[in-house]
């Protein structure tokens, strides 16, 4: 909801449903950039705020959106209401800035639906035990959302967006992407935690959790998007699904580490106790009684990385560590790989093609993964969509 036209225009659309005689729970995320102005508001005053404070910050911008909506829909002639996350029944638990919704008590929600009127909630926030204002992390309306979804056995769960649904990459990288009808919830979740910001990742989890069908569409038109669900018959004939890259990544190597059992363990609980989740691990074969252990962070745990790694390899006996945070991991999504053999081999040759070196490599059932250099990432995801064939997918 960019400005106060698409607001109405949002209105609009919300009545000919209700007209058409739907109960509605809309959730509303903050208006355009509001919420990063609201972040840059912040940092005018310190750049180290209360945590709390900012919560109570942020859930403003989804207030303003619910009370907006809620008006214009009004001036349309419905009877409508707005309510907060928290007169929404949404709780939560008490982890600042990223909260997991734990419970939802429906009551209101259902007496106000019960009046026919339509509910507009302010997305991304709940209450916690404290009775104190949380927020979801970014992205987080999707989330709330899906959580209302299940608790009000809702029929349908609309995501709206500014594009058309969930792509088989970025189409800025790659203009020849094409749009997926239908795609599995595990898909959907590799590819949101790897970069792809159609959807909020826990809210993918809640709706596979759920199993609540989830449309993803574009709040600008009616073209049908994409349905996120358990199983899609594309499976069967689509060995790869999706294409990825995050520049958020970057890469350690403890090297001269001594082969003994224990010292994974040292390393990786280090890090843990200090908060930062590690993606990637690779151990190399042991060499005259030493390994080398590489792993990957968000850039943003870059910094407390090196430093819990400088305080272990001491500990540890380790002969030193390296580390890059000029690189990018790229990756391939697919519920088909699991049966399909030599996918590995072809994004390799794929890459190998390019003269793309790999630095790092993992692997689950549904996605491969490579470390490769920053500026070679694009180049790698055009490659990569090319040689499995996405830009020519027929989905019927
Ligand atoms: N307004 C919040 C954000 O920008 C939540 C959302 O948009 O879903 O992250
Ligand atoms: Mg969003």
Redesign the pocket.
Same mark, same amino acid.
């Given at each position: 909801m960019g400005d106060t036209s698409r607001i109405k225009n949002v209105a609009r659309r919300v009545v000919e449903q209700y007209r058409q005689g739907n109960q509605m729970v809309v959730v509303v @995320?903050a208006m355009g950039d509001s919420t990063d102005d609201l972040i840059a508001l912040s940092r005018q005053i310190t750049d180290n705020p209360s945590p709390r404070e900012m919560d109570m910050l942020l859930s403003t911008g989804e207030r303003v959106s619910s009370a907006l909506l809620a008006m214009a829909i009004k001036s349309l002639g419905v009877e409508v209401i707005s309510l907060t996350g928290r007169q929404a029944g949404i709780k939560t638990d008490m982890v600042y800035s990223k909260a997991r919704i734990i419970d939802v008590d429906n009551d209101r929600l259902r007496a106000e639906l019960a009046n026919s009127r339509v509910i507009i909630v302010a997305g991304f926030q709940g209450l916690n035990e404290y009775g104190d204002v949380t927020t979801l992390g970014r992205?987080g @309306?999707?989330t709330t959302a899906v959580v209302l979804a299940a608790s009000l056995h809702a029929d349908l769960c609309e995501i709206y967006?500014d594009v058309d649904g969930v792509y088989t990459t970025d189409p800025r990288v790659v203009p020849e992407a094409c749009k997926l009808d239908t795609i599995t919830y595990d898909e959907m979740l590799e590819l949101a935690h790897l970069g792809a910001a159609v959807l909020?990742p826990r809210s993918v989890e809640c709706a596979k959790h759920y199993g609540i069908p989830l449309h993803v569409r574009s709040s600008f038109n009616d073209n049908p998007g994409t349905i996120v669900k358990e199983e899609t018959d594309l499976e069967i004939s689509m060995v790869i699904t999706g294409v990825t890259y995050t520049k958020n990544v970057a890469k350690l190597a403890v090297f001269g580490v001594p082969d003994q059992p224990g010292v994974a363990y040292q390393i990786f609980k280090k890090l843990a106790d200090n908060n930062i989740s590690v993606d990637m691990i690779v151990q190399s074969a042991m060499r005259d009684g030493i390994n080398d252990i590489s792993f990957t962070v968000t850039q943003d745990d870059l910094h407390k990385s090196l430093e819990t790694v400088e305080e272990t390899i001491k500990e540890v006996g380790a002969q030193g560590y390296t580390y890059n945070a000029d690189v990018a991991m790229v990756s391939v999504v697919g519920a088909g790989m699991n049966s399909n053999p030599g996918v590995a081999a072809m994004m390799f040759g794929a890459l190998a093609e390019e003269n793309i070196n790999i630095h790092m490599i993992s692997t689950s059932d549904i996605k491969i993964s490579c470390i490769v250099k920053n500026s070679d990432a694009e180049q790698a995801v055009k490659a990569l969509h090319k040689k499995f064939a996405l830009d020519k997918i027929d989905q019927n």
């Open positions: @995320s992205g @309306s999707d967006t909020h």
